[in-house]
């Protein structure tokens, strides 16, 4: 499998812009998680999926920001308009979840996996 | 408020020594805790799970305990190496859901 595919590695936009990033996950996975990391902040959730559907996007900041996952394979979050603050790398996740996922015989446990994020600047 | 607490600090030691990185929260009461690594420009990399009811996990040079009283977890590389530098991430999971809270992460470096 080739891991969590995240697109694109690297952007840069002008204030007010519309930003899309976009998310694979590994395949077989229900659950999947957006991140944003900073030097101040660390790695805070934004939001995340389990079997497509929000389960808590109560660390999204603010109705700029906006996720959806339409199928299982494939996951956006948008920001409209961004803004400088926005800066920073996002990253994707996802793992397995559910009763299976906790037992002490399942070899993955609920591990999330990364992708290799993209990194937004604002300008 | 909830907290998870590492060391801030840059953690030096010496090749071989062994490297002990600390993990405390506040307020939660994780079903179990999972310890990550993180290279720069990369994401970060699951290394370890340890559940409530355990006291001690262990994966090769790797070993994590978890002090529910504490509310405290040891991260320990025993006979360190230079490619163990990077950094540390502690995460939670509490009640019945998989939602991950990351500690702030300690940075390793490991020098000759």
């Known amino acids: 499998d080739a891991g969590v595919i995240q697109s694109p590695r690297h952007e840069v936009t002008e204030m007010g812009q519309e930003v899309t990033l976009r998310c694979k996950p590994i395949?077989?996975?229900?659950?999947l998680f957006w991140y944003r990391q900073t030097m101040m902040r660390g790695l805070e959730l934004l939001i995340y999926?389990?079997?497509?559907?929000?389960?808590?996007d109560s660390g999204m900041p603010e109705d700029r920001f906006s996720a959806k996952m339409p199928n299982a394979s494939f996951s956006t979050l948008k920001i409209q308009p961004s803004e400088p603050r926005d800066s920073a790398v996002y990253f994707c996740?996802?793992?397995?979840?559910?009763?299976?996922?906790?037992?002490?015989?399942?070899?993955?446990?609920?591990?999330?996996?990364f992708g290799p994020g993209t990194r937004l600047l604002v300008l | 408020s909830q907290k998870i607490e590492q060391n801030s600090e840059a953690l030096n030691i010496q090749e071989g020594k062994t490297a002990t990185l600390t993990c405390n929260y506040t307020?939660?009461?994780?079903?179990?805790l999972q310890w990550y690594r993180q290279d720069p420009g990369r994401g970060p990399v699951f290394l370890l799970l340890i559940r409530e009811n355990e006291k001690e996990k262990r994966k090769e040079r790797l070993k994590v305990t978890f002090d529910t009283t504490l509310k405290q977890s040891l991260f320990h590389i025993t006979a360190s190496q230079p490619a163990d530098s990077a950094t540390y991430l502690c995460a939670l999971v509490t009640g019945g859901g998989n939602k991950l809270t990351f500690g702030t992460g300690t940075q390793l470096k490991v020098e000759l």
């Open positions: 999926f389990n079997n497509n559907v929000p389960i808590d």
């Open positions: 996740a996802s793992s397995f979840f559910g009763t299976f996922a906790r037992s002490r015989d399942f070899p993955y446990q609920e591990t999330q996996y």
């Open positions: 395949s077989g996975h229900n659950s």
């Open positions: 307020n939660y009461s994780p079903a179990y």
